[in-house]
């Protein structure tokens, strides 16, 4: 009876462990072949953009004409949908994948202001460049950098568990949560009135001023800096 009881046991843990997998995204990369399919999967018109990915660089940028170009495997292109001028891209994996290089989703706006701005990936990149919103803006990566050159802004939050967080240029009027567990903050050419500062394991540089673990000023004005880091360094130029 014992060993019957151990068998059902085994098999159970087995179906448990099976499920599990089902459920998440096992990643196998060659980075020498060339990505899939390289296609255009939108060209409609929005003024809010919400994308939530699975594996996939995100990138979003001022341009000509609104474009949505995805690169990477055929099983994993994003699905879009649009209503009330708010544009929808989602992408779902699970199971194993073979990438041959980073997919990418590549988002151009010919209007350089937007309603509001919401980009999430599992793994992957965040890039936004040349780019203003009405609302705060969220941009969320569990294993990516994420790269800001010339954005505008009310506030945001913006978050990564694995990778630096480069920001140059940013406008804003109440304020930035930013942080990474493992990784560097570097800032420049910023309108911060404040800053709240904190790092377990680097240094702080404020325009000079530097600490090893907390850095506060002005931190109950209106346009706060909240920024911290886990391990790695903050620099505020």
Request: hydrophobic content about 30%.
């Amino acid at each position: 009876m014992k060993n019957i009881s151990k068998k059902f046991a085994l098999i159970f843990m087995l179906l448990s462990l099976v499920l599990t997998l089902s459920a998440c995204s096992i990643i196998i990369s060659n980075s020498n072949n060339k990505p899939e399919i390289k296609t255009t999967i939108s060209n409609q018109g929005f003024n809010q953009l919400k994308v939530s990915a699975a594996i996939t660089d995100i990138s979003v940028k001022y341009g000509d004409k609104y474009n949505v170009e995805y690169e990477g495997p055929k099983n994993l292109k994003p699905t879009v949908s649009r209503k009330n001028g708010s544009l929808t891209i989602k992408q779902s994996a699970s199971g194993i994948h073979r990438i041959n290089g980073d997919p990418t989703i590549t988002i151009t706006v010919p209007k350089h202001l937007l309603k509001s701005l919401n980009l999430s990936t599992d793994d992957g990149d965040i890039e936004v460049e040349n780019i203003a919103t009405t609302n705060p803006i969220s941009l969320n990566t569990d294993d990516g950098d994420i790269d800001i050159n010339n954005l505008k802004s009310p506030s945001g939050k913006i978050d990564t568990s694995d990778g630096d967080i480069t920001i140059n240029k940013l406008n804003s009027k109440n304020g930035f949560k930013i942080n990474t567990d493992d990784g560097d903050i570097h800032i420049s050419t910023s309108n911060f009135s404040g800053y709240n500062l904190n790092v377990d394991d680097g240094d702080i540089k404020v325009k000079g001023d530097s600490s090893s673990d907390t850095f506060t000023q002005n931190k109950n004005s209106a346009n706060v800096l909240t920024a911290s880091t886990q391990d790695g360094d903050i620099k505020i130029k």
